[in-house]
């Protein structure tokens, strides 16, 4: 195997320090998933799931072994994944094992079971992968009968494609009738691993500049224009989109005259189906312009038919039609689009991205939103003398575009699918646009010189009323200027392009998800500040950016931020650093405004603001932004405390606070409202509380550790140094004392306003402590207390983020109704 040792402690898992890892460099696909895994971490929509149907009797001990010889037997299984000056690294664990939980359903009654196996089944496959640990593979078996059995086998898409897929599931039957017949199993040695595939193709890509490729997708995307079909709702957030798969088994008479057809004109399966997506596409939205994307299998050497790993391209496919073509000329339009994408595959998306220069909007794809693909199943039915697998649909960890369609030929015929967006799309919509296509299929075939029909004329689709808020300007000339400067210089050695001026777009120049990684890796090492990929879509110019990056150098407390300046509803104004929240502000949506209001504790000196001129400040930004309420007011730990000061100076201005939201936050003044022994006890339970908890973490699994480490040092000053557990570990560093203080509520007279108050699940409550975290006392509308699945610093992260916004918009929607 060619490579090199490592002597590096990286994402070890269970074994020792001292264990060989062999490192390499990432193949382009590779880079490409771990990229979108960067820019959303925990994205369920990164895994491959799939289900298999075993018929017969099953020994699960020697099925969990044949597993973990696949693992062992293709590399790409038992590798992890480092950052190294933001270029992607893969390292192959020499070993990495699995465990297979057996779930019996045959427990419940029979009524209940199918309604089970699809809730465990959907759960499985959205549960996130961390792409420093290996394997990359889990599986869950499950037990519906005594000759029946459904495993679930979930791997992150950066180890395998779907043609992957097929050998994982020959192999794992290969080695579990080995192991029950005790001999060898009869599977050749894998000339290659898919490491060696990723040197080579590294290689390969130095030398060979793609001169001709380069010049088909400069021409094919000459005045491109990203192509949308019309959605039931508008579009929200970024990040996992929530999905579902519906489908329908297409008659053999019509894919058999499909089959005919295309024989007959030179054409493929693939392109009579995509020719006919285009046409539907075309009626649905009236565009004539179309782009919708495919994969390539890119398996184009004998050598990689038995290697696991992902090997496919992504490509567009655009077409440009009429309403008065018909349905042949459509089909031999696609005929050499799909054919020219064939003989320019090689190009790396990121490379087809930069050629057609599209606007960039955060968590989508640039290209296209629509996307096709046509495959027989890489499973055929697997009959052994003891145990059969037979494939099943699969279910969606989540949607990578907003429609997916699919074709799948299975044994009993072909399938058409498609995987959408549930928070674009009604499940309605979606059943029309399968059953529309198969009409246009059996219409098609059976005239191809039929006309394509008068243009459809899209509805649109009401928006709500937008209240802009106006921003302020928030550097200094001079800091700005310096800026502006250093990242010019990180973009011309990123970019290789001449000197920069502070309208290029970083995008426009050619940058890609790859290079804006790289960018900002060094750009977090320059000014040691991270700007996240959400940030970059939205200030993609040198100026924009730069403003980001030298707020802080300013000594003067910056004004509202609006994160989000749309909706007509009642805007949430949010204390703290201003883009801890990008995320909760993604996944609210569209319709809700969000302000943020910086605090002056991150301008250098800002920490000298008296209480007093602290509270002013964040009545007159919001004042300023917002003159009359009423108002949402939101802080995360400490800030969340401030607020409360913000509040009872809002109120007496004749305001009203709609509602009030907490994030891990204790009250202010709660401990002074104890008696001498109450505060003691509460003191002591709170310190007891947190050792158990941090004491179980280390027990736990490695992040868990991590995270308890982390966390001990602080424990262990609130134990020795703080005079109250409010004032504990979990107070944020980076606002410190000066907001503790600021902070404090010293009048502690209820104000007329509802809490919504979220706290991590691991928040010591109850013995001696009170388990609304003192915020009964500051309410006469009452308290909702909230708990998440989350540590102190990941509530303010996607996962949670997405927990904490989905109640907030139940909460204000509940109010309204009132």
């Avoid at 309604?115 to 959205?126: C, G, L």
Wanted: charged share 25%.
């Amino acid at each position: 195997m060619a490579g090199f040792e490592t002597s590096s402690d990286v994402g070890m898992g269970s074994q020792g320090a001292d264990t060989d890892l062999y490192a390499f460099p990432c193949s382009l696909a590779q880079a490409r998933f771990w990229i979108l895994d960067q820019i959303t971490p925990e994205d369920p929509a990164l895994n491959v799931a799939v289900r298999w149907r075993l018929l017969g009797r099953l020994d699960a001990g020697a099925l969990q072994q044949a597993l973990n010889a696949v693992i062992d037997r293709h590399e790409i299984l038992r590798t992890s994944y480092r950052d190294v000056d933001g270029e992607p690294e893969q390292l192959v664990h020499p070993e990495a094992t699995i465990q297979l939980p057996v779930i019996d359903l045959t427990l419940l009654p029979e009524a209940s079971r199918h309604e089970e196996r699809e809730r465990i089944s959907q759960i499985e496959a959205r549960k996130p992968f961390d792409l420093a640990q290996v394997p990359n593979l889990r599986a869950t078996l499950l037990k519906v009968a005594n000759d029946e059995h459904i495993i679930l086998v979930t791997i992150h898409h950066i180890a395998c494609d779907g043609w992957s897929v097929g050998i994982i599931a020959r192999d794992m039957m290969e080695f579990y009738q080995a192991r029950l017949r005790l001999r060898a199993p009869r599977l050749a040695d894998l000339p290659l691993q898919y490491a060696d595939f990723a040197v080579w193709q590294t290689e390969w890509m130095k030398v060979n500049a793609l001169k001709s490729e380069r010049a088909y997708w400069t021409s094919q995307l000459a005045g491109f224009k990203r192509f949308d079909p019309p959605s039931d709702k508008p579009r929200g957030g970024t990040g996992a989109a929530p999905s579902l798969i519906l489908g329908r088994q297409l008659p053999r008479t019509l894919t058999d005259a499909m089959s005919a057809l295309a024989t007959a004109e030179g054409c493929t399966f693939f392109m009579v189906g995509a020719a006919a997506l285009i046409c539907l596409l075309y009626r649905r939205s009236g565009s004539e312009d179309i782009t919708i994307g495919t994969q390539i299998a890119g398996r184009d050497r004998i050598e990689l038919n038995d290697i696991v790993g992902p090997f496919i391209n992504t490509v567009p496919l655009r077409a440009r039609i009429a309403s008065n073509q018909s349905f042949r000329q459509v089909l031999a339009q696609m005929h050499d689009v799909i054919e020219g994408a064939l003989l320019n595959q090689h190009m790396p998306i990121e490379d087809i991205i930069a050629i057609a220069k599209p606007t960039r909007e955060p968590g989508r794809n640039p290209l296209f939103s629509v996307n096709l693909i046509c495959q027989r199943s890489f499973i055929p039915t697997d009959e052994r003398p003891e145990l059969s697998l037979v494939d099943m649909p699969s279910v969606s960890p989540g949607a990578l575009y907003d429609l997916n369609f699919f074709f799948v030929e299975r044994p009993d015929g072909w399938r058409m699918s498609c995987e959408y967006d549930t928070s674009l799309y009604n499940r309605e919509t979606v059943e029309g646009y399968l059953a529309q296509l198969q009409d246009l299929l059996g219409g098609f075939v059976a005239d191809l010189d039929r006309p394509m029909g008068e243009r459809a004329s899209p509805a649109p689709l009401p928006m709500p009323a937008q209240e802009p808020i106006p921003t302020r300007p928030t550097m200094a000339p001079d800091g700005h200027v310096r800026v502006e400067a250093e990242l010019a210089d990180i973009w011309v050695n990123i970019l290789k392009v001449p000197i920069l001026n502070p309208k290029d777009n970083f995008f426009a120049l050619g940058g890609h998800s790859l290079s804006a990684f790289r960018m900002l890796s060094r750009v977090e090492k320059v000014f040691g500040k991270r700007i996240s990929f959400d940030e970059l879509h939205s200030h993609p110019t040198i100026g924009e950016l730069a403003k980001l990056l030298g707020g802080p150098v300013t000594t003067e407390a910056k004004g509202a931020v609006v994160m989000q300046p749309h909706g007509a509803s009642t805007p949430i104004f949010a204390l703290h650093d201003t883009f801890i929240y990008q995320e909760l502000v993604n996944h609210l949506g569209e319709d809700q405004p969000f302000i943020s209001v910086p605090l002056p504790a991150f301008a250098e000196g800002g920490a000298q603001t008296s209480r007093e001129e602290m509270v002013e400040h964040c009545v007159r930004i919001i004042e300023e932004a917002r003159p009359q309420g009423p108002y949402i007011l939101l802080g995360f730990c400490a800030a969340a405390r401030l607020n409360v000061a913000v509040a009872r100076r809002l109120i007496e201005k004749g305001h009203t606070i709609e509602l009030f939201v907490t994030l891990d936050a204790w009250a202010p003044g709660y401990s002074k409202r104890q008696s001498r022994l109450k505060g003691m006890l509460g003191r002591y339970s709170y310190q007891i509380q947190s050792g158990l908890y941090y004491a179980r973490c280390l027990l736990g699994g490695a992040e868990e550790r991590r995270h308890a480490l982390r966390r001990i040092r602080l424990f262990l000053q609130a134990v020795f140094g703080r005079k109250s557990f409010e004032d504990g570990p979990d107070e944020d560093a980076r606002i410190g004392h000066w907001v503790i203080e600021a902070g404090r509520d010293e009048d502690g007279t209820p104000l007329p306003m509802p809490i919504l108050a979220f706290h991590n699940e691991n928040m010591p409550l109850g013995y001696f402590l009170d388990r609304t975290m003192g915020w009964s006392a500051l309410t006469s509308k009452g308290v909702t207390m909230v708990p998440v699945a989350a540590t102190h610093e990941e509530l303010i992260r996607r996962t949670a983020s997405r927990v904490i916004g989905d109640v907030i918009k139940a909460t204000l929607k509940q109010n309204s109704g009132r």
